[in-house]
């Protein structure tokens, strides 16, 4: 069965990418208009289009019309938390462009030169309101962990141009109590850019400023102990071991205490495995985070995962921390390790031995997002699914 939600055949699609649409107002070409017999459910606040002909000052919400395809139904007792990362693909495609909900505002630094610091600390406060907007339709459609955007606050833990959270405090408080009410789980993953095992000091200081800014995000909110800052292990500069010791002392003595209570590590797909993160993160007592997606490219020898993960999980108990992990799948027909590093739209299983209760949480990491998580919903029958909040995959859209 298929659900069908389709634009208006004299309507004009306005695209919400600015990679597409830069000024939100050019009108791009609608979708192929195509027959239907199948049934049909709208959400007049998911799309807004623009009439075509004359009339165009006056902008008239319309229901957007989709094909959902019924999913295979499959079986699991897992019943902890999937989350998605940053972005709510549906929220952040409203129309008019102006009514997109989103935590990633940016600019250029040639900006803030122009404008000024007041402008850009209003980019931060304007992704910290939309956030509070994203915790409340998560809730509504039951998903209760979520990766915060580290782009929350444009530039905020730059050399030149960084700046303190605390104007935002009250705010980002609000973002925390909503949280907490309804008993979602906010993390953090800093980007690529973040290496505390980098040979150069400069590198360095940079990457534990950004630690700094997304603990200092964490803290304002409120967050307890299960608000994870994760990272990678970074480059490994022609001697991996040299980098593994730089990574143990930067950690252990520069750092401040706050953000090292936070501080998660993940295996990464090139350059270190989890066998060989674990044993700095059991000396230090810091978790490790296993991504499966990570570990099928970059397998850790003679350490099967179950044996990862328990491993991992001990450490995340003592700390008093619910374990998290990671999970995404190659794109269909990816061939190479360049390909297959690649997430895909949506994940079409959950990985084997996840545990029967609630015990931990899982990180789907697909480029579809939130509706990533919700066709798993609906393949596991994990929680009720609100069908208006339904999109099909990018390339079953206009079949």
């Not at 309507?11 to 070409?29: F, I, Q």
């Not at 799309?47 to 019924?70: C, F, M, N």
């Not at 400023?209 to 967050?223: F, I, P, S």
Request: contains cysteine; hydrophobic residues 30%.
């Amino acid at each position: 069965m298929r659900y069908s939600l389709r634009p208006r055949r004299n309507e004009t699609y306005v695209s919400p990418d600015p990679a597409t649409n830069p000024d939100d107002r050019l009108p791009e070409k609608g979708p192929p208009k195509r027959k239907s017999t199948k049934r049909s459910i709208t959400d007049c606040q998911v799309g807004e289009y623009v009439p075509t002909g004359r009339q165009k000052k006056k902008r008239a919400s319309t229901p957007a019309s989709w094909d959902i395809l019924d999913v295979e139904k499959k079986d699991t007792a897992f019943r902890g938390r999937l989350g998605y990362a940053c972005l709510n693909t549906l929220l952040r495609s409203k129309k008019p462009a102006a009514e997109a909900i989103f935590c990633s505002r940016t600019c250029r630094i040639e900006s803030i030169k122009k404008k000024g610091m007041e402008w850009v600390k209003d980019l931060g406060q304007k992704n910290a309101e939309d956030m509070l907007k994203i915790i409340e339709w998560n809730e509504r459609n039951h998903i209760r962990f979520m990766r915060i955007s580290s782009g929350m606050f444009p530039f905020a833990s730059h050399e030149t141009y960084g700046y303190s959270l605390a104007y935002c405090a009250t705010l980002l408080a609000d973002v925390g109590a909503l949280a907490e009410k309804y008993g979602h789980r906010l993390t953090v993953h800093p980007g690529q850019y973040t290496q505390l095992g980098s040979p150069r000091e400069a590198v360095v200081r940079s990457s534990i400023r950004d630690l700094e800014y997304h603990c200092e995000m964490l803290d304002l909110m409120g967050v307890g102990p299960d608000g994870v800052i994760v990272i990678h292990g970074g480059g490994v500069y022609g001697d991996k071991e040299a980098t593994l010791a730089r990574i143990k002392e930067t950690i252990r003595v520069d750092l401040p205490k706050n953000v090292r209570d936070r501080l998660v590590l993940e295996n990464d797909e090139l350059c270190y495995t989890a066998a060989e993160l674990l044993p700095i993160c059991k000396e230090l007592e810091v978790p490790l985070v296993f991504d499966y997606h990570h570990d099928m490219l970059n397998p850790s020898p003679g350490l099967p995962p179950a044996r990862i993960i328990e491993e991992a999980n001990e450490i995340f108990r003592r700390r008093g921390i619910k374990p998290k992990q990671h999970y995404s799948e190659p794109r269909e027909g990816a061939v190479g390790i360049t390909e297959r590093r690649a997430h895909s739209d949506r994940c079409q299983i959950l990985p084997q031995g996840l545990p029967e209760d609630m015990a931990i949480d899982l990180m789907i990491e697909a480029k579809d997002k939130e509706q990533a998580v919700l066709q798993l919903y609906r393949m596991y029958d994990l929680h009720p699914v609100n069908y208006e909040s339904l999109r099909p995959p990018k390339d079953k859209e206009f079949e």
